[in-house]
């Protein structure tokens, strides 16, 4: 029962804080973030221990889903070259700076160590990037530009994280022909899965017929795509981000309630 109050007052105090930043023009990521710092000081306040290997299965699926719907086709086509160059060199960039910089004032900690800590804070997160740049009042195609790269270059660290986290279990150099193979296939047979479960998904939503059945079935499905993309060792971020697109792209025709019901439900999550 502890736990479940906790629960409860977190989310409580999350929707409180993200409206008060709303109100006032602040970032909300920012507030969060020192709303949750002052929670760990009051004194009494129960341990909530949750396994860390939930964290990305439960939190990553539906916010990558609700912030990919909005993007499209036509917006990847136009802008491929920034998305590629920002989700992926840049990334690889960032985690060599920072890297560099852990192994300078951390003494003791080895290459690979350095790598999985950059690998693990190099992404940023596209929902945070809204939320800092439209109170800033940054153009709507740069926030564009930014969130959609913001899908993608999860993809890109968590390949090198996870090529750093193996080479420290088992003792070797990390092999970077090897991962930049891994990370290409991953991509690949992703994106295929993502536009397959897309196409078909689309069509059952429109043979159900029924906006809470549909909005019902797409909150299971990035679950499912990722978690099956997990089983068979690709990016589930880009195929749930890949879904994501082609069953919105595919839905655009549907009737304006279901549509509207939709845009309401995922504009929460």
Not at 29 to 53: E, K, S, Y
Not at 77 to 97: E, F, G, N
Not at 145 to 172: C, K, M, P, R, Y
Request: aromatic share 8%; glycine share 8%.
């Amino acid at each position: 029962m502890t736990t479940l109050i906790v629960i409860l007052g977190l989310m409580l105090a999350t929707v409180i804080t993200v409206g008060v930043g709303d109100r006032v023009g602040l970032p909300w990521p920012v507030l969060l973030l020192l709303v949750t710092t002052a929670a760990m000081f009051i004194p009494g306040m129960p341990t909530v221990d949750v396994d860390p290997h939930l964290i990305l299965p439960l939190a990553l699926p539906p916010l990558l889903w609700a912030l990919a719907r909005r993007t499209s086709w036509g917006m990847f086509r136009d802008q491929w070259r920034s998305i590629l160059s920002l989700s992926v060199m840049l990334v690889i960039v960032t985690v060599a700076v920072v890297a560099g910089v852990a192994m300078w004032i951390i003494p003791g900690l080895t290459l690979v160590g350095a790598l999985a800590l950059a690998a693990a804070v190099a992404p940023p997160d596209p929902v945070a990037v809204e939320a800092v740049a439209e109170p800033a009042g940054i153009p709507r195609r740069i926030i564009g530009t930014l969130q959609s790269e913001g899908l993608f270059n999860d993809a890109a660290s968590l390949v090198i994280f996870s090529a750093a986290v193996t080479a420290a279990q088992f003792h070797h150099d990390i092999h970077w022909f090897e991962a930049a193979g891994t990370m290409v296939y991953s991509a690949l047979v992703a994106v295929a899965l993502g536009w397959v479960v897309g196409r078909l998904s689309a069509k059952f939503v429109e043979w159900l017929d029924s906006p809470v059945a549909g909005n019902a079935f797409t909150w299971v499905l990035p679950f499912v795509i990722y978690l099956v993309c997990e089983e068979i060792h690709v990016s589930g971020v880009i195929a749930v981000v890949v879904g994501a697109v082609e069953l919105s792209s595919r839905l655009d025709a549907t009737a304006a309630d279901a549509r509207l019901a939709g845009s309401s439900f995922w504009e929460v999550i």
